[in-house]
């Protein structure tokens, strides 16, 4: 009875202990952290959703738009959601396939990620991201899919904002395209994670890279209520984003159909050219008036994602590689465009201005002789007249005297190399610094350079010299020979920099290479101040309400070499090349008494094609104002089809028709915009 009556005392003790215990517990859950939990019930009824700032626009220098955003709808798909499913979404996305009208391979093959063993089309976007399907959904296929959840768990679809360009493929090098953010961007780039919308695009090129933090705005965020499907019952709070800037560049887009049209038809009219490129500058500023670059591509590709196929068109060699801007990131010899860098450095190393040289058919350097083009031998002149008439021999001999001064083959001490120092001083060598991302620095092929390349290349040219090319033996004997000849050569001594090289550097020729760029930026420094700038395409960026944010500046980054007195020498030679040298064939008839055009011809030659053609340009020559280049790869003679090309920009600035009768002018003042244009709060401009 009494072992009884105690363990009832302790079955008591026991159950006031649990008791006390759940009474403390229900106090800390009620009372203590009751708004805690509260607050935490609520959270499961609510989404906090990003959503994504409409992107700015890119507007010309007339405020024409270049890139601007029109709404569709876009289904996207949660592939996490679908991997958490038993048949890993199989049934959705068969029931989404039908609704859409799409093979559902197709559909599954867009939620793959990209890597090196993965072909397009595919995510490359965060694998935390949904996956946009389909860019361009009907109404009634988007409502299909939000009436019925339950039958798309995971799918969404949803109004977004897409980039539309309204000029086509102009320019589409120079504005870039978008691509969805990466997972390794999210983690590299501070802050981007909490803007992170999900549907968010990263500028990949051109402008929309160089200016993606300006232009994709700053996000807001929505607390939305939802119910146990996740549909949507109301807004419980919103935190709406600010769009991102209008950035307003100096191209105009009339200028720009020009130059294309120019270099297409440039193309067309050379029976081997692959590709051209035409640059316009505002002479005095260096700003970009147009950025043209053949073959081209329609910037609708990238819209919903972009096929394998496709991606590798835009990329491949066969079909001209339209991605790649050959304005910027094209590298070829210059030829005679390059001379007006020669007698800059000729004046440097002390030949007289006014001084007169002989012009033979042909100069012997070292042991071969160099040939003037067609071996014309044109007699004694100025360096006025070897410009406009472009004598090489004349060249010939002053980089060759200029070799031997340093020294030759076994240079002693530090060679001056007054030809690759001068070139350098002309920007060639280096990139110009213009705000677009992947410009090609171009090549001085100076002593150092020859010996870093040797060093890089001997064991290779040692192997192909014993070896010899067999693989290009079976199709070209000869020239498999003279490969092999070659490799032993620069096996055995490519560090040196030989006479010959010398001498091809002098006429832009060997292993000299330049981008179009480059070489306007030059001519516009050597046709104006002396000052070198780096180009700049864009100008202003601006609040979607008007008011600026900065203006963007366009750097100088060096001055020429070159006296004033120097320049107006070289400047005066290259006004008669147009009209009495030779470019005058092709502008013959063109109005030289209402503008005169300054320039020069360049035909480079590369072996196993056909020779660049180039045009570099400048007018009026009283008074430039712009600078025009144009190169047609494999196009032939500089004055066959760059100057040609060249003309027909110029007839579409001023206004002039091949038969002298006027037409509409893309530039109705003649002269490039001084100011960007004023956007008023209603969007709408104001000059």
Known sequence: MIHMRRRLAVVQVLLAVLLAVVTARLWQVQVVRGAQYAAAATETRTRDVVVPAVRGQILDSAGRPLVRNRTTLVVSVDRTKLGRMKDRGAAVMARL???????????????????????????????????????????????????????????????????????????????????????????????????????????????????????????????????????????????????????????????????????????????????????????????????????????AVWAGGIGEEEYGRLLSGRSGQPLVSRAIKGEFAPGSTFKMSSVAAMFKAGYPMNGHYNCPGSFMVGSRAFRNFRGRSLGSMTLHTALVKSCDTIFYKAAYEQWLKDGGLEPKGRPREVMAKTARAFGFGRPTGVDLPGESPGRIPDRAWKKRTWAATKDVNCRR????????????????????????????????LRPGDAANFSIGQGDVLVTPLQLASAYAALVTDGRLRSPRLGWMLVRPDGTRVREITVPVRGTLPVSAAERAYITRALSQVASDGTAAGAFTGFPMKKVRIGGKTGTAEVYGKADTSWFASFAPVDDPRFVVVAMVSQGGLGSAAAAPAVRKIYEGIYGFTPKGKPAPAALPDRVPAARPPMIKQDGTLAW
């Open 97 to 299: 396939a039908s609704v859409l009208g799409r093979d559902p391979k197709d559909l599954a093959l867009r939620l793959r990620p990209c890597d090196a063993r993965v072909s397009r089309p595919c995510w490359a976007g965060s694998p935390h991201q949904p996956i946009p399907v389909d860019a361009d959904v009907d109404t009634p296929e988007a409502l299909q899919i939000l009436e019925r959840q339950e039958m798309f768990p995971g799918v969404t679809a949803e109004v977004q904002a897409v980039r539309d360009h309204p000029v086509g493929g102009a320019a589409v090098q120079a504005l870039g395209y978008l691509q969805p953010v990466t997972k390794e961007e999210l983690e590299r780039r501070q802050g981007l994670k909490a803007e992170f919308s999900g549907v968010d695009m990263a500028g990949r090129d051109g402008l929309e890279s160089v200016y993606d933090q300006e232009l994709r705005g700053t996000p807001g965020w929505r607390r939305v209520q939802v119910d146990r499907l996740g549909r949507v019952l109301g807004v419980e709070h919103e935190v709406r984003g600010t769009a991102g800037h209008t950035l307003i560049t100096s191209i105009d887009a009339k200028v720009q159909a020009v130059a294309e049209r120019a270099i297409a038809e440039a193309m067309k009219a050379a029976p081997k050219a692959d590709g051209a490129a035409a640059v316009v500058l505002d002479a005095r500023t260096s700003r970009v008036l147009a950025l043209a670059s053949a073959p081209s591509y329609d910037p």
């Open 465 to 496: 010299a014993k070896e010899g090319y067999r693989d290009v033996a079976k199709t070209d004997a000869g020239r498999a020979a003279f490969l092999t000849r070659l490799a032993h050569e620069n096996c055995l001594e490519g560090y040196r």
